[in-house]
């Protein structure tokens, strides 16, 4: 089976018809098992000779909760010295409101939204909300798509901190020079950071003749030999272009300069030593095969706050010693000057907020000057920038966002 299609079958699911912007019914889980959905999908699959598939809303609210079930990955343990968040829960979160296309809405009713799956807002070390879906729960390991984007920048960081990268002023093809002669080739370390190489993508998901779709999960010789094909078509560090091949190519920079396997060096850098509570996994395009840089680790809600703790702590653990080199947050969240709302593979919001995003809706929210991290899960239409849903939810952390830093 061509495990790669089954991930890549969850981004053409983006056409699937959703709840209107007033349906804010409470979530809908699915009127079949688990076991139920999980047999159709591997029997669909098969009788697909392993090709893409078009899942559900329903199919998908299973499928993110088990890429393990699904595709082949590596796994991280949960750490033996847990970071501690205290629970101190404030309802009258509930009761914050936000405007929306004219009308307001509370934080209240966006938690009944069908396509939430789980909530967590933490100040400080502090759980001041904690929700769940009625079919997922805090030990529910979710696929976070393209956070996992946010977490390969910082192990980028973290080595060049262990000196296995020089600099993110290095090209390419430094570690890679099977690229050397090519566009990509040419291209910074930095530029790629900041998606700005000039060269031809497209990120389109509905479209099945897209780049995405033809590579979004190639790893090593395939992904290099699709991308030394595509033509530039500006200067580099000019024009901002999401492209998920460019955080894929930075987990190639990443293994070749470590000499191992990027879930081993996540495992070691920040699973571990941070704190995470939960295992964890990183998917893999086949057995025994690759992680790609820019998708699918998957991890418990929990997990993904203390991601983002770390992020705002700039890459410290709790025992003080430093992972990332001093103020590699603060370049990583600087506006690059081919586009202000983005850094370091992060987007960046007003008043120093930054975010992980990824497909379906996931988040982690980073507001230092509130001390604030949120962490999302969703399983919402695939684009989080253009769907009712997606719309809702970042208006919903920016309001959050500026609550917090009002009442410090």
């Not at 968040?85 to 009713?109: N, R």
């Not at 050397?180 to 790629?192: C, D, E, F, L, W």
């Not at 709790?318 to 983005?342: D, K, N, V």
């Amino acid at each position: 089976m061509k495990f790669i299609s089954v991930l890549v079958a969850l981004t053409l699911s983006a056409t699937m018809p959703t709840l209107a912007n007033d349906q804010t019914a409470a979530d809908a889980p699915p009127s079949r098992s688990k076991q139920e959905i999980l047999q159709s999908l591997a029997k669909r699959l098969n009788e697909n000779g392993g090709g893409g598939i078009i899942m559900t809303e329903e199919e998908r609210r299973v499928a993110l909760a088990n890429t393990h079930l699904m595709a082949p990955v590596r796994t991280m343990a949960p750490s033996n010295n847990v970071y501690p968040l205290i629970t101190d829960l404030s309802p009258e979160i509930a009761d914050i409101e936000y405007v929306f296309e004219g009308e307001t809405f509370t934080v209240g009713s966006f938690l009944k939204r069908h396509e939430l799956m789980g909530f967590l807002v933490v100040e400080g070390d502090t759980i001041r909300l904690e929700h769940y879906a009625s079919d997922h729960g805090s030990e529910v390991r979710w696929n976070t798509f393209s956070v996992s984007k946010s977490v390969t920048s910082m192990l980028i960081g973290a080595a060049i901190l262990d000196g296995y990268i020089d600099s993110v002023d290095q090209t390419i093809d430094t570690y890679l020079p099977r690229m050397r002669g090519s566009h990509y080739g040419a291209i910074t370390i930095h530029q790629a950071l900041q998606m700005s190489s000039g060269i031809r993508w497209n990120e389109g998901y509905d479209d099945p003749d897209s780049d995405i779709a033809n590579a979004a999960l190639k790893g090593g010789v395939a992904l290099t030999d699709y991308l030394i094909t595509l033509p530039q078509l500006h200067e580099p560090g000019t024009k901002f272009n999401y492209n998920t091949a460019e955080t894929n190519l930075l987990g190639e920079v990443l293994r070749s300069a470590i000499g191992n396997n990027a879930t081993e060096y996540l495992n070691a850098k920040l699973w571990q030593p941070f704190g995470m509570e939960h295992e964890g996994n990183w998917a893999l395009g086949a057995p025994f095969g690759r992680e790609t840089g820019g998708c699918c680790m998957n991890m418990t809600l929990r997990d993904y706050a203390r991601v983002g703790l770390f992020a705002k702590h700039d890459g410290v653990l709790p025992s003080g010693q430093r992972i990332l080199p001093e103020g590699w947050m603060t370049t990583s969240t600087t506006p690059s000057s081919a586009y202000p709302g983005y850094g370091y593979q992060w987007w960046l919001y007003e008043d120093g907020a930054y975010s992980a995003s990824g497909l379906f809706g996931q988040a982690i929210f980073v507001k230092p000057n509130a001390d604030l991290v949120i962490a999302v899960h969703s399983n919402g239409p695939a684009s989080s920038s253009t769907s009712i849903y997606g719309k809702h939810l970042y208006v919903v952390l920016q309001a959050l966002g500026k609550h917090y830093s009002t009442g410090r």
